[in-house]
Nanobody, 126 residues
Framework: QLQFVESGGGLVQPGGSLRLSCAAS????????IGWFRQAPGKEREGVSC????????KYADSVKGRFTISRDNAKNTVYLQMNSLKPEDTAVYYC???????????????????WGQGTQVTVSS
């Protein structure tokens, strides 16, 4: 059974950093593109970043470019989201999601993904 576990969320002050992890089990991890999404209260889920199976293609939402970095370690079945210079507007529940990599650039729309984790809360506040 395909499973994800997100971790690394928490409370951080503006300007601080967090590193989220998405660890998977139950499937061949390196066949899948992975996306990070977030959803703030009262808002729609939005794409934050994505990475293809090889790690060679990545995308970022304009709101996080230059501050967030996505990476993956296929040997550890884990994808990371390094978040620096955090702002209060980054506060949300962050989810990782997977879709079989079909050779196209990775997607930033939630309905392109088939498998989802349970989410981890990130709160940026002083």
């Amino acid at each position: 059974q395909l499973q994800f576990v997100e971790s690394g969320g928490g409370l951080v002050q503006p300007g601080g950093s967090l590193r989220l992890s998405c660890a998977a089990s139950g499937f061949t991890w390196n066949y899948y593109a992975i996306g990070w999404f977030r959803q703030a209260p009262g808002k729609e889920r939005e794409g934050v970043s994505c990475i293809r199976r090889s790690g060679g293609n990545t995308k970022y939402a304009d709101s996080v470019k230059g501050r967030f970095t996505i990476s993956r370690d296929n040997a550890k079945n884990t994808v990371y989201l390094q978040m620096n210079s955090l702002k209060p507007e980054d506060t949300a529940v962050y989810y990782c999601a997977a879709v079989l990599d079909r050779g196209y650039p990775c997607a930033m729309q939630s309905n392109d993904y088939d498998y989802w984790g349970q989410g981890t809360q990130v709160t940026v506040s002083s």
